[in-house]
Every structure is written in structure tokens, then in C-alpha cells.
Antibody, heavy 119, light 109 residues
Framework: QVQLVESGGGAVQPGRSLRLSCAAS????????MHWVRQAPGKGLEWVAV????????YYADSVRGRFTISRDNSENTLYLQMNSLRAEDTAVYYC????????????WGQGTLVTVSS | SALTQPASVSGSPGQSITISCTGT?????????VSWYQQHPGKAPKLIIY???NRPSGVPDRFSGSKSGNTASLTISGLQAEDEADYHC??????????FGGGTKLTVL
């Protein structure tokens, strides 16, 4: 079955960096777009970034563009999110999400990893 | 901008409820790519409706989706206690990007 396991979350000071990973299994990773979606404590969901199945196309939410970089290693079935210049408002649970194929949706979600940005 | 959902709705077991999700012609109104997610406390969201009105396998047919103009709707009929959860809508906007609503808390009375 589809499994998405995020790791790399933790507490970090403002202005520092963190890299999240998402290990995927149970499906052909290199045939799906992959997303990061986050949820601040007690708040709604916010789409963060997407990468195409081959990693050549990447799009970002305005709130993270220029600070976050999404990438993937299809040989390792792993998705990444490099987060630089972190701010308090980046505090959230970060979910790794598989896109649909051929459906247009965000289909399968990991359990999430918590990132806390605080001095 | 985020899509607009009511903060909360409630209903009694067996009743039907509808949750609205209002956007603009640039998101909800411009594409038939609205999805809905159910999220229980402390859990990851679960896809329950995609492409406005399609249900993934395993999702009960008590859950249905529709769209009119710039507003999408999720209807849950025959409410059950286990339906109590947060519900989130999302719409494709462009360039593979998506926008979410603020989420709606459903209380089963």
C-alpha cells in the first residue's frame, strides 16, 4: 500500500535552515507529482510547493518562494523540502502528499512532521 | 486568497448537512478540480471527493460534491457520529498550484 513517511522536523531558531524528507513506497514514485502542504497549529491547510514527476517543474506558494526549495530523488523514492530563512510563521506540521494520476488532486498524505520556529 | 468556508456546521445523526466553499473565477469557478478532505483530530487529511464530485474507492456514497459558479459544496447525508471532523476544500488555481479553504468543523449533535 502507499506509504509516505516524513522526517526532519524539529525546533529551529528564526533565520536558520531545515531540510525535510519524505520516503515513499508502495507505488511508482517517478510517475507522480509530489506536493508539500502545511498546517499551522489550530489552522487550516496551506499548499506549499509541488514538483513534477521528473523533478523538472517546480512551483511554490508566494509565502515561501525564494526561501524554500522542493526537490526529489527518483532513484531513492524520496521527496525533499529545503527550508531556509525560517520565520515564526513557518511553524506548522508539514505533510508530504502524492498527486493524482491521471486524476487532478492531491491524493495520498503522509502523517506529517512538525516544524517549530522559535527563539 | 484562501477559499471561504464556514467555520463550523452541525447536524444530528441521520440528517444531511452541506458545507460551502467559495472562491473566484480564477480558482473554483475556473476549473473542475475541487477536492475535499476529511481530517480527524491529530490525523492526516483524507481525500473524500476529487474533481468536484468524484469519490475515491472506499468513501461512502453518503459523501457527495457539487459546484455552481464560484462555489463548491460538500454534502454529507445520513450523518453518523464518525463524520465529526474538520473538512477542507481545495481548488487548483494555475501552474500546478492549489489554494485551500480555512476548514470547517463539523459537529454531530
Amino acid at each position: 500500500q502507499v506509504q509516505l513517511v516524513e522526517s526532519g522536523g524539529g525546533a529551529v531558531q528564526p533565520g536558520r535552515s531545515l531540510r525535510l524528507s519524505c520516503a515513499a513506497s508502495g507505488f511508482n514514485f517517478n510517475t507522480y507529482a509530489m506536493h508539500w502542504v502545511r498546517q499551522a497549529p489550530g489552522k487550516g491547510l496551506e499548499w506549499v510547493a509541488v514538483t513534477s514527476d521528473d523533478g523538472n517543474l517546480k512551483y511554490y506558494a508566494d509565502s515561501v518562494r525564494g526561501r524554500f526549495t522542493i526537490s526529489r530523488d527518483n532513484s531513492e523514492n524520496t521527496l525533499y523540502l529545503q527550508m531556509n530563512s525560517l520565520r515564526a510563521e513557518d511553524t506548522a506540521v508539514y505533510y508530504c502528499v502524492r498527486g493524482g494520476n491521471p486524476t487532478v488532486t492531491m491524493e495520498c498524505w503522509g502523517q506529517g512532521t512538525l516544524v517549530t520556529v522559535s527563539s | 486568497s484562501a477559499l471561504t468556508q464556514p467555520a463550523s456546521v452541525s447536524g444530528s445523526p441521520g440528517q444531511s448537512i452541506t458545507i460551502s466553499c467559495t472562491g473566484t473565477s480564477s480558482d473554483v469557478g475556473g476549473y473542475n478540480y475541487v477536492s475535499w478532505y476529511q481530517q480527524h483530530p491529530g490525523k492526516a487529511p483524507k481525500l473524500i471527493i476529487y474533481e468536484v464530485s468524484n469519490r475515491p474507492s472506499g468513501v461512502p456514497d453518503r459523501f457527495s460534491g457539487s459546484k455552481s459558479g464560484n462555489t463548491a459544496s460538500l454534502t454529507i447525508s445520513g450523518l453518523q457520529a464518525e463524520d465529526e471532523a474538520d473538512y477542507h476544500c481545495t481548488s487548483y488555481i494555475s501552474d500546478s498550484a492549489w489554494v485551500f479553504g480555512g476548514g470547517t468543523k463539523l459537529t454531530v449533535l
